[in-house]
């Protein structure tokens, strides 16, 4: 796959729901993609991108909200605490929030772009955007934390990007 142009993929696009496969050994392949993945997340006005958002089903993620960069491989969350209810938004279902219940606390473990381990401690909006993250690894969006009136509601506009992507409308921009 050219990974050279990487552009953002919307509900619709089969990756998107696709679980992203574990990475075995990190390349200098992987350092790039992330590097160009932080890219796309911030021309994109995004504190988060999964490598499925971009067509890579590799499990790989970028963060940023502010406080630095993470560039991590195979993150996997194993501690939970607390909870938090925040209006999430996602690059792959532009002109859509909804309200999700997260924990407000997590504990992830990944490899670094070198392939080291970590391990990061997060709370609040860190948290919640590393839960959003790896929840692309495993296929899952936002809209499926909808309630079901909330489903109805967004039916419409589901179809109309689903129907935009279908089409050829997507160039990487908000496609709305």
């Excluded at 050219?2 to 552009?7: G, M, N, P, V, Y």
């Excluded at 929840?135 to 509601?153: R, T």
Aim: contains cysteine; charged residues 30%.
């Amino acid at each position: 796959m050219d990974e050279t142009a990487l552009r953002i993929r919307f509900i619709g696009e089969s990756v998107v729901r696709t679980r992203a496969r574990a990475v075995t050994q990190v390349s200098q392949r992987h350092r790039d993609t992330l590097s160009k993945m932080a890219q796309v997340m911030y021309d994109a006005g995004g504190i988060g991108l999964a490598a499925p958002q971009v067509g890579i089903s590799e499990s790989m993620i970028v963060v940023d909200i502010g406080q630095g960069l993470y560039k991590l491989i195979n993150p996997k969350i194993v501690k939970r605490e607390g909870s938090q209810v925040r209006e999430e938004g996602c690059l792959s279902v532009p002109g859509i929030s909804i309200n999700v219940k997260r924990a407000k606390r997590v504990l992830v473990e990944a490899q670094d772009d070198e392939g080291k381990k970590v391990k990061i401690a997060a709370d609040n909006l860190l948290a919640c955007v590393f839960q959003h993250e790896v929840d692309h690894l495993n296929g899952k969006l936002i809209v499926d934390y909808a309630s079901v009136i909330e489903k109805l509601m967004l039916k419409k506009k589901i179809k109309e990007i689903k129907a935009k992507v279908k089409n050829g409308g997507s160039d990487g921009k908000n496609i709305l």
